[in-house]
């Protein structure tokens, strides 16, 4: 961090448990920064973004003429990927709904997607993953000591949408990601998700079970998929408010809500609310929050109340602390030595992370656009 001490931003909550946070002569950190610098280029509201989005939707429709399918969407449960579903079905899309069922999904989160995908009549392809391979995979993470340990399902994700739209010849995936909500994560909490390499190298040192099914993309394979396929992020041409589109998530579709940001997985509840925590001192909420505050959804004075109180109950933390070692078989003791493992970072593992802060790829990436471009 840039100065010695504790520092919490004077306009959102981000800390200084951030290691590479940095503040102006005002106390605002980096991160408000970012988030003004890059809603204002990418996030289109009012007759403004209803245009862009008109002109989008007609592109997609154009596009998938012909096709079973217009689009590709992911559904997870949650109230982003379920208002995703809603909304491209209002605009008259024919999505194909894609699901990753990784062996963590609440009964809540199952119980969301067939309703969602019944009511509102999309067909919807569940990719379930090999829980022998995938457990390896997580514990092996685990062991690497990093915070990165939601990579592997971020990853695979990522892959199986790429793959299903590839397959089904479908040139645009509509996603969930809201950049006015996104802005305050720092990467030294998490990154990786496309680095396959990253993976690769984490399990070739921990793990045991062979890999043998489990979606990915390689670097080369990555950077194509990227270029030939459209990520619609279509939250960002939307007033879009989680709280004020629930009440009729819920009317309509038969919708519940889980109690937190992701928290349709046990395993990242538990992950993000106990296991970042505890061993990192990390709190995703204030990266959460800090992005409601500086979109005008929560003030800082609710956050800062809010953040007294543990990330979820600690009743359900010991609930989903003794599921989880069930599940990935380790003992109280075995969690205990993971817990005290030095910590360490994506840097320790990564292969392909500083490829793309080369000039030779982003010369390549901006080639590859140029050719790419319809």
Known sequence: MGESGYRICTRCVMDTSDPDIVFDEKGVCNHCHTHDQQTAVNVFLGENGQKRLQDLIRKIKEDGRNREYDCVIGVSGGVDSTFVAYKVVQLGLRPLAVHLDNGWDSELAVK????????????????????????????????????????????????????TASRMRVKHIVTGYNLRTETHLPL????????????????YRFGSVPLKTFPHLGFVEFVSHSYRKKFVNILNFLDYSKKDVMPALQRELGWKYYGG??????????????????????DKRRAHMSSLICSGEMTRAEALKELEEPPYPPSLQREDLAYVMKKLNLTPSMMEELLRLPKKSYWDYAPYGRIFRTRPYSALRAIYRAIARP
């Not at 919807?124 to 915070?147: G, M, Y």
């Not at 990242?268 to 609310?273: A, D, K, L, P, V």
């Open 112 to 163: 969301n997607v067939e309703n969602i995908c019944n009511r509102l009549k999309i067909d919807l392809h569940t990719i379930v993953l090999d829980w022998n391979e995938f457990r390896d995979l997580q514990t092996a993470f685990l062991k690497a000591s990093t915070p990165d340990s939601e990579i592997p399902s971020d990853h695979a994700i990522v892959s199986a949408m790429l793959h």
């Open 261 to 282: 940001k992701h928290y349709e997985s046990i395993y990242t509840r538990w992950y993000q609310g106990y296991w970042l925590p505890k061993k990192f001192g990390y």
């Open 188 to 203: 030294s909490w998490s990154q990786g998700y496309f680095d396959w390499g990253y993976i690769k190298n984490v399990h």
